[in-house]
Each structure stands twice: as structure tokens, then as C-alpha cells.
């Protein structure tokens, strides 16, 4: 009796419950009875019930489910009709069908009997888990939707829910009527009533119905989870789904890119005043009154409330955001002059509020005048627009009192009414000081302590790296300049001129030291991801329009804001300049100033040191990422790229005549790419970063020391800006010539060429490298560029290319067909020229008067024996031809 009144009772409180949670309540309740019965009733045997698998039809003849059948041990048979199973209805067995098809005729008998079913996927999902066929009091085809809970809201055509009800169940799902905490998805067809506002502040996803019927399509794949976030985001509810907006006060960008950000979040916009309009945004702070009188259905809100939308990725409840007339002007100004500019900051404004109230009493007896120094307008035209303006807490244009410095010491005395002119620096050293520890402050409790945030409604904004990239080293920095504050305000505080300004500076300056650096050398990287995520998230946009719309930025970005440690180091410096203007010789602190002046300048000479070292390696690596095939062993610790340069190969030693290639000159060696073909497709990191494909194909890394001589052909009619390469690789016997075209202005020829002489001297440690540099006629060299930029020349190219690629295909023998070639060029260039025109160039060197033919070395071949061995080559490739 207990155990029955105990499920009347859940019966009668569970009357709004749906169907499916009634049931599953009444079979668990049957099912303790029957255990307790057996257990009370120990003389009564329970019979044994055996479990049989029944594959129907189709199933039968998959040869897959019956292998997973026999994995688990469990027996089957195999029939076509249920009038087959004669003993279907048995009490010895416990029948188990599977089917195929839930739609067949065969399937509805099968639930017009109450006939336990399932489908061939939860099958093979519990042979490849090693679990037991799961118990189900419905057709369960597929284990997709397993433990997952849906609520449905906005569904007005009873058949479709019913589909949509069905479906959930098939795949194991579990609906519920009312929306409790236990749901983890919400089926949405409208975005209005209660149940989605509380999803919506839960953070549970809201999805629309297409969700589940493409879930069911893809019932038959075994590992499917219709939870994963990839599939479920394609389905998701977009904020202002069955929205019409309209934008008011805002300016044709901006109002261009919110209608821009309305389409990509499913809404649409409409212009004011339109009836059909269901939301008007509006630009509180250019907006005083609305020109017309709205409708009661249409929503007039703030443009937060537009912004929080997207950030939430779900439409923001209008309560919160509604848009309200704005009070009279003397009331705003009181309110904008007790603002501050950090968030949350109770204490500080009531200590503001008790200081404004003191200088209204007490204006003639505030320490601090208001007159501006011009020495601080001097400091402003330097860069330092951060310290003074633009900022809540700027008090020395108005004349306030800095909070800190309002309040009395115990071992203070009374100042007179006109202090030094170093006291008045050292105010202003303060006053930016207390300014630019609010700004970090901001900066991190505006921005990145909120995208740090776990459990952020829609997911995380950015990435934990992105999140780094972007912020660095500023809680380090803050933290640094909180403690220089202190000690700064103290000085102020109990002031006289013996006080030592200079050692607050010099005890931190190591910490700067460690601090700046990291920060300052990635600062442009940071403002790089912030223009990068800001295109490519828009919930990362929306988030930096509603906080940079805040009182606390001063209509400042982020990305302004953290230029602000970048100018502060110059800006400190330049104030202790003015104040050891202002101190007297015999004081001190005069010498003090200095050592601090030059701390600071160390700072930031390692901060520019470190910054050229980050520069020069993040290039390191952009070249190994653009060039396809490049060594591993260009990587070096001592090696750095000195200079780039674009070009077009002459000849055909390294690549074929025509063909673009890059030099890359490092301070030891000249790696050389050709230009890619074929690039392949976007390199795409873990973190979600593409990286461009690479558009250079390794050719040769050469060290400089191969390099013997440097041509610089003269500049002719039918060759321009060309120069050659006498080098002479290690696997080699003979000098080879290579050259090439600039095809770039930057840098001129000039001084690529003694750039490059300059590195090799170093490497062969030679200090004359003016004695690398030769000059060469055109026709001595057999070089012309005339025909580098015609069409018939880059139509020969290309067959070229083809040529090569089928002869390649087809050739049986390696027949050198370079060196043929180049033997018949050679001996159809020397049948027009006279025979000593390939010396003409011997006594033209740029600044030595002996010939090339007069330089001895061991390891390097003059010019002409190469044009000798050329000519030999030439006679007995010409017999070997003929």
C-alpha cells in the first residue's frame, strides 16, 4: 500500500509533465515492486526470462549487425513476417526487433502491438561501445540525441510538433513541457515569451527546428552527436530573428555597418518611422527626444542593447536597455564630473565627491592653482596626449584637486599659497602618473577581465591566446606604476624641496626593464589581432562597441588605449628633464634626477634593442613559412635577414630564363626561391589562425663565402639593372655565372650591390670589400633583357615549361640537354661578335686598375679561362653535334 500510494501521490504532482516522464516513472515504480516482491517472497522462484534479437526484413540481411550481434553475445534470428514468430507474444523470451525503416508498415504493427524496437545504429553503437542493448519503452532508432532534454517554445501547428516530438524520441531523446534547469536545449520557433528570455539567461542553446531534421538525416552514422557544437552552431537562433530595426542619431558609417551586422544576425532594417519596425535604436548621447511618438509595440532601446545582443549571441531582453529622455544639462554635467575612470569604483567616487564639495568651500585655499603650466603644453606637443586631456581624472586644466593629494597627513604641514616651480612639475608628474595607472586599470577591468571570464554566455569571445596576444604584459605594468603612485603621492603629500624624486624612479627602474620590453616589442601584433578578430568575430566587435561607449574610455578604443604604455616612458622622461631644470644645484636630488634620466633612457634603449632583434626573427620566420622547401638549418641563432629582393633569372643555371626569383640576403648567406607554380591551399593552426600558403619554391642556399665576385653590368639599351654572381659551389670544378634582372626600385642597384659585397667581405674576412665589385659589359657577359617583358617571351616560357614536363614523361635516357642547348646559344651569339669582345670588360673594374685576368687564387678561376672552357666546350659539343 505504501509503495502504491507513494505513486499516486508522484502521479497527481507530475499532471503538467509530459507523457514520457510519466511512463518511465510508472515502469521504474512497477519494476522496485516486482524486486521487493521477489525479495519479501524468497519461497517463490521468478522465472528465467531470456532476451532474443529479432532482425526484420532488411535488417536481416546486413551482415554487419549480425557480426555486432555476436559480439555481444546476444542470439538473433532473421524473419520477414511477425506471423513467423509464432511465440512472439511468449513470456519465456523478451523480443527485441530490429528495423530499418521506421516508416515501413511493418514498423507500425510492430508499435500497434507494444513491441519493443530498435534500429541497426543502436546496434552497432553498443557492439562498438561493449555495452548491452539499452531498454526503451519507445522506438529508439539511433542513440544521436542521447541524454539530451529539449524544450520547444513557439510552435503553433500542432502536426509539425508532433513530427518534431517523434524524432526527438527516435533518436533517444527526452522532451519536456515546462523549461526547467534540467533542459539543455531550447527548439525555437519564435524569440518571444518567457522561455526563451530564460535560456537566454541561462546560456542554454536556443536552435531552430531544421536542427533536428538534419539530425535525423544523419541517423545512420554510428559516432554522430547531434550536440556537437559545429553541427548545432549551423542551426542556432540568431539575435534578431523576426526583428525589424531602425537606427536613429548614429552617423552614415556607423549606422552602414549596424544595418551590415543586422543582416549577418538574421534581422532586418527599415527606416524611422516605418509601422512594421519592431525595434528603433537609438544614439543616447546625440539624441535628446525621439521626432515622433512610438508606437506601443515598438521597442525603443539603446544601441548597448544592439551590441549585447550580438555578444550574447541571443536578443538581449529590452528591459534593460529602454531609451529615456535625458535630464536637464546642469544635471548631466554633475554626473559626468563624478564619473571615473575605473568601473566599480564606489569608494573612489564618494572620496571625489567629498573633495568637489571641499573646493566649492575652499577655492582660495586649494594648494593646487589653476593655471596651467606652458612648460606641460610643451610636454603635450611631444606625444604625451595621454597624460594631461582626455582623460576624467584630468585636473590641471580645471584647476581639481588630484583625490589623493586632497587628503591631509598627519605629518603634513600647511603649503603656502604659491609653491616652486619644482613642486609644480612634480604635481603634474603625479597627476599624469595616478592618470595612466586608471587607464591600465580600465584597460583590464573593461576588457580583458571580462573575456577572460569562464562560463561567458554563447562561449568564449576569444581565444586564451588571442586573449595574450592582445593584452600582454599590462597586469605586470600596472602593477609596477600602482607602487610608483604610492610612493609619489606620499612625496606630494609631505612635501619639501629636499624630497627625492629621483630614487621613486630608480627603484623601480629594474622592474621596468623586465616589464616594457615584452609588451612594446608585440605591440603591433597586438594591434593586429584586434583589427583581425574584430573582422572576423563579430560578437568580439559588439563587445568592443558597447565598452568603448562607456564613460570609463573616453570615447577611446582599445586599441588606442594600449598605445598609452608605449608613451609613457618618453613622457616620464621628459617631465624628470623639466623638473631638473627647476632643482637647485646644491640640492640632491639633482644628481639623483640624473641617474633616473638615464635609467630611463637604458629602458628604452633595451626596449628599442629588443624590439629590432623581435622584428628581424618574426621576418626569420615569415621567410621560412613563404618559401616551400626551405632548410631547416637557415635557422640559426647568429644568422639574421639583412635585405629582400625581387628579381628575374637571366640564365638558365639555377632556373630557367624569365622566371621570377626572390633573393633573400642573410649576414652569412643568400638563400634564392623561384616563384611557385602551383600554390597550395591555406595553412590552418589549432588555434584557428590561416596562414597564407606558400608562394616560393626553395632553389639554393648558398653561403657567401661561394661567392667571388660581383658583377655590376652597365646600364644599356637592351639591359637594365642587371648584375651577375660569379660563384663557385663546392660540387663543382668551374666558376658558374649567375644573373639576374631588379625588377623593384627599393634599393637601387647601387647599393644592393655594396650591401651584398659588404656581407661577403665579412664572411670571407676580408676588409677591401670594394674589391669584390667588378663592372661588365652587356654583350661580354651575354646578358640582355630586352625581351623580358614581351609577350612572345613569356609565351615561349610557357612552352617551355610544357615542353619540359613531356619530355620528362617520356624520356628513357638522361641526355643533358641544358648543356646542348646552352652549346648551341653560345654558338649562334659568337657567330655575329668579334672574337675579342668577350675581354673588352677585363680592364673596366670599379676601383682597381688590374685586370681580372691578374687575380690569382687557388680556389677561383678568372673569367676568362671560364669563357675559354666555354668556347672548348662549345668546339666539342659542335663535333659531338655535327
Known sequence: MADSSTLVSETGRSLLADSSVLESKMIENSKENVFRAAVLDVEEEMPQIETRVVLVQEAGKREELQKALEEIKMPYIKTDTIEELGDSDSPEFETIFVVSDFQAPIFSNLCKADCRVIGPPVVLHCAQKGEPLPFSCRPLYCASMLNLVLCFTGFRKKDELVKLVTLVHHMGGIIRRDFSSKVTHLVANSTHGDKFRIAVSLGIPIVKAEWIYKAWEKRNEIDFCAADDDFRNQFKVPPFQDCMLSFLGFSDDEKANMEEMTEMQGGHYLPVGDERCTHLVVEESTVKDLPFEPLKKLYVVKQEWFWGSIQMDARAGESMYLFEKSESPDFKKSVSLLSLSTPNSNRKRRRLKETLAQLTRETDLSPFPPRKRPSAEHSLSIGSLLDISNTPESSTANGETPKSCARPSKNST?????????????????????????????????????????????????????????????????????????????????????????????????????????????????????????????????????????????????????????????????????????????????????????????????????????????????????????????????????????????????????????????????????????????????????????????????????????????????????????????????????????????????????????????????????????????????????????????????????????????????????????????????????????????????????????????????????????????????????
Open 414 to 882: 600647511p603649503l603656502p599659497l604659491k609653491q616652486s616651480a619644482r613642486w609644480q612639475v612634480a604635481k603634474e608628474l603625479y597627476q599624469t602618473e595616478s592618470n595612466y595607472v586608471d587607464i591600465l586599470t580600465t584597460i583590464i577591468q573593461l576588457f580583458q577581465v571580462p573575456l577572460e571570464k569562464e562560463g561567458q554566455l554563447g562561449g568564449p569571445i576569444l581565444a586564451q591566446e588571442e586573449i595574450k596576444t592582445i593584452f600582454g604584459s599590462i597586469p605586470d605594468i600596472l602593477d609596477v606604476h600602482t607602487k610608483i603612485k604610492e610612493d609619489l603621492e606620499d612625496l606630494m603629500i609631505n612635501w619639501t624641496e629636499s624630497k627625492s624624486i629621483g630614487d621613486i624612479i630608480l627603484k623601480y627602474s629594474k622592474d621596468l626593464l623586465k616589464t616594457y620590453p615584452p609588451f612594446v616589442n608585440f605591440f603591433e601584433m597586438s594591434k593586429e589581432t584586434i583589427t583581425r578578430c574584430e573582422k572576423q568575430k563579430p560578437r568580439f566587435h559588439a563587445f568592443l562597441k558597447i565598452n568603448q561607449a562607456k564613460p570609463e574610455c573616453g570615447r577611446q578604443s582599445l586599441a588606442e588605449l594600449l598605445i598609452r604604455p608605449v608613451q609613457r616612458l618618453p613622457s616620464v622622461a621628459l617631465l624628470l628633464n623639466d623638473i631638473k631644470k627647476h632643482t637647485a644645484e646644491e640640492n640632491p636630488d639633482k644628481i639623483t634626477l640624473e641617474r633616473a634620466i638615464e635609467s630611463l633612457k637604458e629602458v628604452m634603449t633595451h626596449i628599442n634593442e629588443d624590439k629590432r632583434k623581435t622584428e628581424a626573427q618574426r621576418q626569420f620566420f615569415d621567410v621560412v613559412y613563404e618559401v616551400d622547401g626551405c632548410p631547416a638549418n637557415l635557422l640559426s641563432s647568429h644568422r639574421s635577414l639583412v635585405q629582400r629582393l625581387e628579381t628575374v633569372a637571366l640564365g638558365d643555371d639555377i632556373c630557367d630564363r624569365g622566371e621570377q626569383v626572390t633573393l633573400f640576403l642573410f649576414n652569412d648567406c643568400l638563400e634564392i626561391a623561384r616563384k611557385r607554380h602551383k600554390v597550395i591551399g591555406a595553412f590552418k593552426s589549432p588555434h584557428g589562425h590561416t596562414r597564407p600558403p606558400a608562394s616560393l619554391k626553395h632553389v639554393v642556399l648558398m653561403p657567401l663565402s661561394q661567392i667571388k665576385k660581383v658583377l655590376d653590368i652597365r646600364e644599356t639599351e637592351d639591359c637594365q639593372k642587371a648584375f651577375a654572381l660569379v660563384v663557385r659551389p663546392p660540387t663543382e670544378l668551374n666558376n658558374k655565372l649567375l644573373s639576374f634582372q631588379m625588377t623593384t626600385e627599393d634599393p637601387c642597384k647601387e647599393d644592393w650591390l655594396k650591401m651584398l659585397c659588404r656581407h661577403v667581405a665579412n664572411t670571407i674576412c676580408k676588409a677591401d670589400a670594394e674589391n669584390l665589385i667588378y663592372v661588365a659589359d652587356p654583350d661580354s657577359v651575354e646578358v640582355n633583357t630586352k625581351d623580358m617583358d614581351s609577350t612572345l617571351s613569356r609565351a615561349s616560357r610557357a612552352i617551355k615549361k610544357t615542353s619540359k614536363k613531356v619530355t620528362r614523361a617520356f624520356s628513357f635516357s638522361k641526355t643533358p640537354k641544358r648543356a646542348l642547348r646552352r652549346a648551341l646559344m653560345s654558338h649562334s651569339a659568337t657567330e655575329g661578335r668579334s672574337p675579342s669582345s668577350s675581354e673588352s670588360y677585363i680592364g673596366s673594374r670599379l676601383t682597381s686598375t688590374s685586370s681580372l685576368a691578374g687575380v690569382h687564387s687557388p680556389s677561383l678561376v678568372s673569367l676568362p679561362s671560364i669563357f675559354e672552357k666555354r668556347s672548348h666546350t662549345l668546339s666539342r659539343s659542335t663535333t659531338h653535334l655535327v
